[in-house]
């Protein structure tokens, strides 16, 4: 009887040993997780954009970089390591707050004031889908349509009966009344982008719009990148995005009311190009729910495409929504005017 006592609870032992084994695993990968959110987060926020590996760093998808957080409450759990639990998933909240931040909605009230709504839409020069784009605007009820890689004149068709500006491959459509267009060039040589300001009036008063498209980097049109080391090329680049910042900054500084700047930066809210633009406006996604995000269309990881407002336009509501054409999501933006009407 004592022998078979004893042999029940050997299997026991192995287990106890076993589960050691796993929670002392479990604290080691803690232990690195923490370290590794710790050079993350130190990285994009002490040095960003002033050094290559951290440039490449802040611009990619951050939501990948959660992944070691969210893996080690997975392992704790199984390990049934509650301590360890709680540590990762106060790391992985963490990691949420410091590298993508959700939004929670702070809107403006209406006050009797009919809205204004904005898309902005990056369409990877899906002309021939233009039928299809149509319906989707032509669903949100826009006032004005600002479009992004929209070279093609088939373009003017996706808001029927509307006003049409353009300038290079940025098109804005309205269905108030274009006052003035102006061409602004978004650096200098070698720099191709323009941005478009359209003035237009529209029953909820006045509004300037500044249509932009920012480079994400120098193609064989531009600069030969074998002409280039690396650190060159991504220097040429980022001198020629601060360029383009640069012009946004100025426009946006120039006096007038109701200012807005919408289009596809390339640039997503952890970046020193997106926090300086940021000091002149407001990002009208401050009206909206979550992350917004709209790039890739099919599995958007990064917010990229943004609407700015400026001396007026109080953002009401927004959220970013899949066209089913081209690789970018839409972003849809109502404003209430609170100057010039």
């Known amino acids: 009887m004592v022998e078979s006592t004893h042999k029940q609870q050997r299997p026991r032992q192995q287990h106890h040993s076993g589960s050691g084994c796993a929670k002392v695993l479990c604290l080691l990968g803690t232990l690195l997780v923490f370290v590794y ?19 490449m760093l802040v611009y990619m998808p951050q939501p990948p970089l959660l992944l070691p957080m969210a893996a080690m409450v ?3 759990l199984l390990a049934r390591a509650r301590r360890l639990v709680w540590a990762n998933a106060l790391m992985l909240v963490v990691g949420i707050v410091a590298l993508i931040p959700p939004t929670i909605p702070h809107r403006a009230r209406l006050h009797g ?3 204004l709504r904005v898309v902005t839409w990056n369409v990877h020069e899906s002309y021939h889908e233009t039928p299809q784009m149509r319906e989707v605007i032509e669903d949100l009820k826009p ?19 509307a006003q049409v500006a353009h300038t290079h491959e940025v098109t804005t459509l309205t269905r108030g009344r274009i006052i003035s267009t102006r061409d602004i060039r978004l650096g200098p040589y070698p720099n191709y982008r323009w941005g478009l300001e359209t003035v237009i009036d529209l029953p909820q008063g006045r509004v300037r719009v500044l249509n932009v498209h920012f480079i994400t980097a120098f193609t064989g049109r531009t600069v030969k990148q074998n002409s280039y080391d690396l650190a060159g090329f991504l220097d040429h680049t980022r001198r020629g995005r601060e360029n383009e910042t640069a012009a946004v900054v100025k426009w946006l500084q ?23 633009i940021s000091a002149e406006a407001l990002n009208a996604f401050v009206a909206g729910r979550g992350w917004g995000l709209t790039y890739r269309r099919e599995r958007p990881m990064v917010r990229i495409d943004h609407v700015f407002v400026k001396d007026g336009p109080k953002p009401v509501h927004a959220f970013a ?17 609170e100057k010039g009407n």
């Open 321 to 337: 929504r899949d066209g089913k054409v081209s690789d970018h999501r839409l972003v849809v933006t109502d404003l209430v005017l």
């Open 113 to 115: 004031r009919q809205p």
């Open 74 to 76: 997975l392992l704790s």
């Open 37 to 55: 959110l710790a050079i993350v987060i130190v990285a994009e926020k002490a040095f960003g954009e002033e050094r290559h590996m951290t440039f």
């Open 254 to 276: 120039e006096p007038g009311e109701n200012k807005i700047v919408v289009g596809d930066f390339n640039t997503p809210p952890n970046a020193e190009i997106y926090r300086r």
């Open 143 to 161: 006032d004005i349509v600002c479009l992004q890689e929209a070279r093609r004149k088939e373009f003017a068709e996706v808001l029927p009966g």
